[in-house]
């Protein structure tokens, strides 16, 4: 219920209500004070007549108050409208579209009742009030709508099994895309009377500006536009998982990672001791609690050391609240496997620590530490010949001055099947021959050596900004080391080149490439311009010098925590590569349906995209041989969009903006259906009972003077 007032400047005339006290008070009689001996009965008498009088006057005062408020009331005309809910049933047929939101922000708990059931109910309701001649049809809005029934239909039994049927999201909102197949829908009706029903908690994520630009230019005929607030215009507030990032640190030549937890409280309260938990496969191993202020963030920082060699999947959990769709999210990422590592030193001494490869031994392999993810095998040019590429995963040339055509051929084939190649230069390279050598190989042609400062005067320095690379997401972290803290005193410099097919991915600081990339096949090749020990820098004695090496022999061996690619969301397509002998795969999702995909053939693997993505989790991926045997192709995780965790409103004003010229209208409060046209409000005329309560006052009063 609402109070509204067709006059209300005559509200104004409630002030004259004052006149009646300040006359009462000014006009108040004082006793008369008579002086005679022994005469008390008439001392008496008077008090008693003057209390009456005080009486009188006190309850003309108050009546008067009223009768002038009264008036006041009566000329402001004021109106109480009581909400009868969703006025639905016209007096002629109509063709009606009910949109009911089935994002997973619908599944909020407002007193103890999901509004997803709130607005089911209400789809219900709308349903139960079409008549014989009315057809309607429903969709369900999220990411991806369904049209639960395509065309408009007069069987009021088939709507309301389609409400019955139909179940709350893990999806996102796009009332746009909702609105264009609803008007698609009433297009086709013959009926005039048209009408457009959303049932929505009015979150501002499922109103985005950019969505509503598609609409415009949809023409239809007029349509009758009304959004039902299931939340009731209340505020939602809600707690969140915004952000996982898994990242490995080193410590003590020790490799551990790092889990960084995103929250973010969107609630006018501070948040105090919320339970964070991590777990890993299905055990809990670490747990802490957050401190986040009102419409603040927080971050928990866990740490731990799971096995090597591991895909590891695991996920967040916080303290459940009254959205619990987005207290849970998942993530995957793989420990690194051992990595079988040719090193070829192109430079070696009698004295082991002079040779080019002592350094990057030591950091491959400290101490030959059992705990390293990295076997290195150290080969002469002499030896080499004695060793098969193929069966290594990495090749790292150093200052290697040239390998006959046989060993360049037999390279280029290891790593178009998919090995690692890592170039690193020196004295003994001869830039034309190796530009001769290994043709497009290199991710540039070389030019020559550049004396960029002398020892003990300081050096070049490594460029720190843009590290966007994910040979660099250690160094993003922090305690993950300065990579500028290096010197370099020589450098190779590099062709500049229009139609370069590789990509330069790190710089010194004058902007000469320091480490260059370059695909080939299904391999990759990374070419770094200066020495790997110290002949032309002290990388070697720094810090960053092991992650480093580390990161780059990961990431050229395909073994490179982090690299999953970009996050999967809830209905969002996953694209799937397996071997060319593997016919089908099968995609089996975290509630355990199996899809079965049939790949087509391209550059001599399979691929396929699946759709199905529409519950959050783990999804695992299998393989079949033409032998019977099983091949894990894939794995990967799925979680919701993280804006649609923000339950904020959007208010009329900004839903007039994005749907133009239709007529808006938002009903609150009870949701029962209406007979009739209109608003679905009653409104009562207040003025005639004012008036009659003023003539009782008016009655009250001359008899109150009459009596007196």
């Given at each position: 219920?609402?109070?509204?007032?067709?006059?209300?400047?005559?509200?104004?005339?409630?002030?004259?209500?004052?006149?009646?006290?300040?006359?009462?008070?000014?006009?108040?009689?004082?006793?008369?004070?008579?002086?005679?001996?022994?005469?008390?009965?008439?001392?008496?008498?008077?008090?008693?007549?003057?209390?009456?009088?005080?009486?009188?006057?006190?309850?003309?005062?108050?009546?008067?108050?009223?009768?002038?408020?009264?008036?006041?009331?009566?000329?402001?005309?004021?109106?109480?409208?009581?909400?009868?809910?969703?006025?639905?049933?016209?007096?002629?047929?109509?063709?009606?579209?009910?949109?009911?939101?089935?994002?997973?922000?619908?599944?909020?708990?407002?007193?103890?009742?999901?509004?997803?059931?709130?607005?089911?109910?209400?789809?219900?309701?709308?349903?139960?009030?079409?008549?014989?001649?009315?057809?309607?049809?429903?969709?369900?809005?999220?990411?991806?709508?369904?049209?639960?029934?395509?065309?408009?239909?007069?069987?009021?039994?088939?709507?309301?099994?389609?409400?019955?049927?139909?179940?709350?999201?893990?999806?996102?909102?796009?009332?746009?895309?909702?609105?264009?197949?609803?008007?698609?829908?009433?297009?086709?009706?013959?009926?005039?009377?048209?009408?457009?029903?959303?049932?929505?908690?009015?979150?501002?994520?499922?109103?985005?500006?950019?969505?509503?630009?598609?609409?415009?230019?949809?023409?239809?005929?007029?349509?009758?536009?009304?959004?039902?607030?299931?939340?009731?215009?209340?505020?939602?507030?809600?707690?969140?998982?915004?952000?996982?990032r898994v990242a490995p640190v080193f410590r003590e030549g020790r490799r551990e990672y790092s889990f960084k937890i995103e929250v973010e409280n969107l609630t006018p309260e501070p948040s105090g001791d919320l339970l964070c938990q991590l777990y890993l496969g299905d055990q809990e191993v670490s747990r802490g609690f957050?401190?986040?202020?009102?419409?603040?963030?927080?971050?928990?920082?866990?740490?731990?050391?799971?096995?090597?060699?591991?895909?590891?999947?695991?996920?967040?959990?916080?303290?459940?609240?009254?959205?619990?769709?987005?207290?849970?999210?998942?993530?995957?990422?793989?420990?690194?496997?051992?990595?079988?590592?040719?090193?070829?030193?192109?430079?070696?001494?009698?004295?082991?620590?002079?040779?080019?490869?002592?350094?990057?031994?030591?950091?491959?392999?400290?101490?030959?530490?059992?705990?390293?993810?990295?076997?290195?095998?150290?080969?002469?040019?002499?030896?080499?010949?004695?060793y098969r590429f193929a069966d290594f995963d990495l090749v790292i040339l150093s200052n290697v001055e040239q390998l006959s055509s046989e060993l360049i051929d037999e390279l280029k084939r290891f790593?178009?099947?998919?090995?690692?190649?890592?170039?690193?230069?020196?004295?003994?390279?001869?830039?034309?021959?190796?530009?001769?050598?290994?043709?497009?190989?290199?991710?540039?042609?070389?030019?020559?050596?550049?004396?960029?400062?002398?020892?003990?005067?300081?050096?070049?320095?490594?460029?720190?900004?843009?590290?966007?690379?994910?040979?660099?997401?250690?160094?993003?972290?922090?305690?993950?080391?300065?990579?500028?803290?290096?010197?370099?005193?020589?450098?190779?410099?590099?062709?500049?080149?229009?139609?370069?097919?590789?990509?330069?991915?790190?710089?010194?600081?004058?902007?000469?490439?320091?480490?260059?990339?370059?695909?080939?096949?299904?391999?990759?090749?990374?070419?770094?311009?200066?020495?790997?020990?110290?002949?032309?820098?002290?990388?070697?004695?720094?810090?960053?010098?092991?992650?480093?090496?580390?990161?780059?022999?990961?990431?050229?061996?395909?073994?490179?925590?982090?690299?999953?690619?970009?996050?999967?969301?809830?209905?969002?397509?996953?694209?799937?590569?397996?071997?060319?002998?593997?016919?089908?795969?099968?995609?089996?999702?975290?509630?355990?349906?199996?899809?079965?995909?049939?790949?087509?053939?391209?550059?001599?693997?399979?691929?396929?995209?699946?759709?199905?993505?529409?519950?959050?989790?783990?999804?695992?991926?299998?393989?079949?041989?033409?032998?019977?045997?099983?091949?894990?192709?894939?794995?990967?995780?799925?979680?919701?969009?993280?804006?649609?965790?923000?339950?904020?409103?959007?208010?009329?004003?900004?839903?007039?903006?994005?749907?133009?010229?239709?007529?808006?209208?938002?009903?609150?409060?009870?949701?029962?259906?209406?007979?009739?046209?209109?608003?679905?409000?009653?409104?009562?005329?207040?003025?005639?009972?004012?008036?009659?309560?003023?003539?009782?006052?008016?009655?009250?009063?001359?008899?109150?003077?009459?009596?007196?």
């Amino acid at each position: 219920m609402n109070l509204t007032f067709l006059n209300s400047v005559y509200l104004f005339g409630l002030f004259a209500a004052a006149i009646p006290i300040i006359i009462h008070v000014l006009s108040r009689k004082r006793a008369v004070t008579y002086r005679f001996a022994a005469i008390d009965f008439i001392i008496r008498s008077h008090r008693m007549v003057a209390r009456r009088l005080k009486l009188k006057q006190l309850i003309l005062m108050i009546l008067r108050t009223l009768m002038i408020i009264l008036i006041a009331l009566s000329l402001s005309r004021p109106l109480l409208k009581r909400s009868l809910g969703v006025a639905f049933s016209q007096p002629n047929p109509s063709s009606s579209v009910i949109i009911i939101d089935n994002s997973f922000s619908m599944g909020y708990l407002l007193n103890g009742e999901s509004l997803f059931a709130r607005a089911k109910r209400a789809a219900r309701r709308i349903v139960d009030s079409l008549k014989e001649e009315d057809n309607a049809s429903i969709i369900l809005c999220n990411s991806s709508p369904q049209v639960l029934l395509p065309d408009l239909t007069f069987n009021k039994s088939a709507l309301e099994k389609a409400i019955a049927e139909a179940q709350l999201s893990f999806a996102a909102t796009d009332i746009a895309t909702c609105l264009s197949q609803a008007r698609q829908i009433l297009s086709s009706s013959p009926l005039a009377d048209r009408y457009l029903y959303v049932l929505t908690d009015l979150t501002k994520n499922g109103w985005r500006a950019e969505s509503f630009f598609r609409l415009q230019g949809e023409k239809t005929e007029k349509i009758y536009f009304k959004i039902l607030d299931i939340s009731q215009g209340q505020k939602l507030p809600n707690q969140a998982i915004t952000g996982i990032r898994v990242a490995p640190v080193f410590r003590e030549g020790r490799r551990e990672y790092s889990f960084k937890i995103e929250v973010e409280n969107l609630t006018p309260e501070p948040s105090g001791d919320l339970l964070c938990q991590l777990y890993l496969g299905d055990q809990e191993v670490s747990r802490g609690f957050l401190q986040i202020p009102a419409w603040g963030e927080a971050v928990k920082k866990f740490s731990c050391q799971p096995g090597q060699g591991e895909t590891i999947f695991g996920r967040v959990d916080i303290a459940p609240d009254k959205l619990t769709q987005d207290n849970i999210r998942y993530f995957k990422f793989h420990t690194g496997r051992e990595i079988q590592a040719l090193v070829v030193d192109g430079d070696p001494k009698t004295r082991i620590y002079q040779s080019e490869s002592f350094y990057l031994e030591k950091a491959l392999n400290p101490q030959k530490n059992s705990r390293s993810l990295i076997l290195p095998t150290i080969s002469t040019l002499e030896e080499l010949s004695s060793y098969r590429f193929a069966d290594f995963d990495l090749v790292i040339l150093s200052n290697v001055e040239q390998l006959s055509s046989e060993l360049i051929d037999e390279l280029k084939r290891f790593v178009g099947n998919g090995g690692g190649l890592f170039i690193t230069l020196g004295d003994r390279v001869n830039p034309d021959r190796y530009n001769q050598s290994f043709g497009d190989l290199l991710p540039r042609p070389l030019r020559g050596i550049r004396k960029v400062s002398l020892p003990g005067e300081g050096g070049r320095r490594l460029k720190e900004g843009g590290l966007e690379h994910p040979i660099f997401q250690i160094f993003r972290s922090p305690g993950g080391g300065r990579l500028g803290s290096a010197n370099f005193f020589k450098i190779y410099l590099v062709e500049p080149s229009p139609e370069a097919v590789g990509d330069i991915i790190l710089r010194y600081d004058n902007d000469a490439p320091a480490l260059l990339e370059r695909k080939w096949g299904k391999g990759r090749v990374i070419v770094f311009t200066s020495t790997i020990d110290r002949d032309w820098n002290d990388l070697p004695i720094r810090t960053t010098y092991l992650p480093l090496i580390h990161q780059i022999s990961q990431y050229l061996a395909r073994s490179l925590t982090g690299e999953e690619g970009e996050e999967i969301l809830v209905g969002q397509p996953k694209s799937l590569t397996w071997e060319e002998k593997e016919e089908v795969i099968r995609v089996i999702d975290p509630q355990g349906k199996v899809t079965t995909l049939p790949g087509r053939v391209k550059e001599g693997r399979r691929e396929a995209v699946y759709l199905e993505t529409r519950i959050p989790g783990f999804y695992n991926v299998l393989g079949q041989r033409e032998d019977g045997g099983k091949l894990t192709a894939a794995a990967f995780t799925v979680n919701i969009e993280l804006a649609e965790s923000n339950l904020a409103k959007i208010n009329h004003e900004e839903l007039s903006q994005l749907l133009g010229e239709e007529a808006v209208e938002i009903v609150r409060g009870d949701y029962r259906v209406s007979r009739g046209a209109g608003s679905g409000e009653r409104a009562y005329k207040l003025w005639g009972t004012l008036l009659f309560g003023l003539l009782i006052l008016a009655a009250i009063e001359g008899l109150v003077i009459r009596k007196g």
